[in-house]
């Protein structure tokens, strides 16, 4: 049971701001989602909630308990990184039941046995618990690590990408595990991703940091309807999000001098303020996503746009379309 306060952290590597900052609070209980690109911070701020990294300014509270000044081991905080490391001369078991024959979580040889079948037989790997990590495929060599992280019951959960490197289909069963693992465990949980369907899917709440900041926090839906900007709307969705500026007649939105039609656009705020009034129209940006276009390869009605395709890129299912209206370039879900 925890409940995690950044209260204005601020961390640098000599000139490099790693994190700038940075206000947030991660419920009790919740599943959190740290998403942003590479080198945005995400490892600097599990760290310093770790404890493994001191930040100069700002101040880490854990159940509303200033730790600053406690050593990681204290905290009781389980990490699990990409690059997970098992011992490869103990077999899956020892593995798991390393962090309680610690000093600082002693158990007994009983508890251990039942806290490790609990949890292998969770992460489906109590089948191996015999063999060792060479002789597993590297699926069951993470969620031997997950479970080692898991075993130590500990108050909070830090994951930094531990499931990038597995391959696709992998990647999508340990997605769905990983939830229910958070359903069954119910720990304060912060999980870092570059990879925005893991962020839309995983989390109770999603936050974006870019550059040290976070940028936006909501629900997955929120940040991947109502983007804070448009780094943030550019980050999700394959295709990338089109952003271009149109004339706005009322509430309407007008592309080349046609009507945009029902489709709501999505407005892009960082770039309301902006409307220019530009000689009896006003202009705004927006941003319309693949899925956001109707189209019909027969011109039905006035209001249709004519489109020229670009590229056809088939993707199982779906194809991306480049179509050109009017000289701007706008990608295209079409069904298959
Ligand atoms: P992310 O995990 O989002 O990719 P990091 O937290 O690892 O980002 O890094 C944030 C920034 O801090 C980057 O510019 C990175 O180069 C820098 N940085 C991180 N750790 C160190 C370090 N130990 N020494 C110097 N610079 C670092
Ligand atoms: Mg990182």
Do not use: W
Request: charged content about 25%; cysteine-free; proline content about 5%.
């Amino acid at each position: 049971m925890a409940k995690i306060d950044l209260v204005n952290v601020t961390k640098r590597f000599n000139k490099t701001v790693a994190l700038d900052g940075i206000d947030l609070t991660i419920h009790d209980k919740e599943f959190f989602v740290l998403f942003g690109p590479a080198g945005a911070g995400k490892t600097t701020l599990l760290k310093v909630i770790a404890g493994v990294e001191f930040p100069e300014v700002g101040e880490v509270r854990i159940s509303d308990e200033n730790v600053n000044l406690v050593e990681p081991a204290k905290r009781n905080i389980s990490m699990v990184f990409e690059n997970y490391a098992l011992y490869p001369h103990m077999n899956i078991f020892d593995n798991i039941a390393s962090p309680m024959r610690s000093p600082l979580y002693k158990k007994d040889e009983a508890t251990i046995k039942r806290e490790v079948h609990k949890v292998a037989s969770m992460m489906k790997i109590d089948h191996l618990l015999e063999r060792l990590p060479s002789q597993v495929s590297n699926g069951q060599r993470q969620r031997t690590a997950l479970g080692r992280a898991l075993v130590r019951d500990p108050n909070v959960f830090l994951m930094d990408e531990p499931i990038a490197h597995l391959d696709a289909k992998l990647r999508h069963v340990m997605r769905a595990e990983l939830k229910e693992m958070q359903h069954e465990f119910s720990t304060t949980t912060i999980y870092v991703t570059h990879d925005y369907l893991e962020a839309l899917s995983l989390g109770d709440r999603v936050g974006i940091i870019n550059e040290g900041k976070i940028v936006q926090i909501g629900t997955g839906e929120e940040v991947y309807l109502t983007p804070a900007n448009e780094f943030v709307a550019r980050l999700m969705g394959d295709p990338e999000i089109n952003i271009f500026e149109i004339d706005l007649v009322d509430e309407d939105g007008v592309l080349g001098g046609v009507m945009l039609g029902q489709k709501k656009p999505h407005l892009i705020p960082e770039d309301v303020a902006k409307v220019i009034n530009d000689g009896g129209y006003t202009k705004i940006r927006i941003g319309l996503r693949g899925n956001d276009f109707n189209y019909s390869f027969t011109k039905v009605s006035p209001e249709y746009m004519d489109a020229t395709v670009y590229s056809v890129e088939p993707i199982g299912n779906k194809t991306i379309l480049v179509v050109d209206v009017n000289g701007e370039k706008l990608r295209v879900i079409a069904p298959n």
